[in-house]
């Protein structure tokens, strides 16, 4: 068996209806469409790729995200062009998003170029670009190894 991709991630926001509004100026900047938005979830796809954020339960309600935790480190999209990286920057500056590491290349790939923020619960997200094929197209290539 070889997979196809990621079909979608879901995260549980504390704040939903903060990471609503967030994620409705967000994710069709990335090019994903609504498909779903309820009081309980909201849902895009795009680029067969899909992402929802869906309300937590009330017991949950008002906490934060601590990526050291068990579970979910961080979500990263891979850009088509490296300039796209950039083009996100700006407008995450524009959206107030808080930003951990603005455009820079790093040592993961050859040609590895990324912006990490946060959503309003914390979240961290990235959106990268590794020229050409990156590690998808050099199966023996490993993680920082410049190949």
């Known amino acids: 068996m070889e997979i196809n991709g990621v079909a979608h991630t879901f995260i549980t926001a504390g704040d939903?209806?903060?990471s609503v509004a967030f994620y409705r100026r967000l994710l069709p900047f990335l090019g994903l469409k609504e498909v779903?938005?309820?009081?309980?979830?909201y849902y895009c796809v795009g680029g067969r790729?899909?992402?929802?954020v869906q309300a937590p339960?009330?017991?949950h309600a008002g906490q934060r995200f601590v990526?050291?935790?068990v579970g979910l480190?961080?979500?990263c999209w891979r850009a088509r062009e490296r300039e796209d990286v950039d083009a996100l920057f700006a407008f995450l500056q524009e959206l107030g998003a808080t930003i951990v590491h603005g455009p820079q290349t790093d040592p993961?790939?050859?040609g590895y170029y990324s912006v990490l923020f946060e959503d309003p619960?914390?979240?961290r997200l990235e959106l990268n670009h590794v020229p050409g094929r990156g590690l998808f197209g050099t199966p023996s290539q490993k993680v920082g190894d410049p190949g």
């Open 16 to 18: 939903f209806e903060a």
């Open 108 to 110: 993961w790939a050859p």
């Open 73 to 75: 480190h961080h979500h």
């Open 49 to 52: 790729t899909g992402f929802g």
């Open 67 to 69: 990526q050291a935790r």
């Open 121 to 123: 619960d914390g979240i």
């Open 36 to 41: 779903a938005a309820t009081d309980r979830l």
């Open 57 to 59: 339960d009330p017991e």
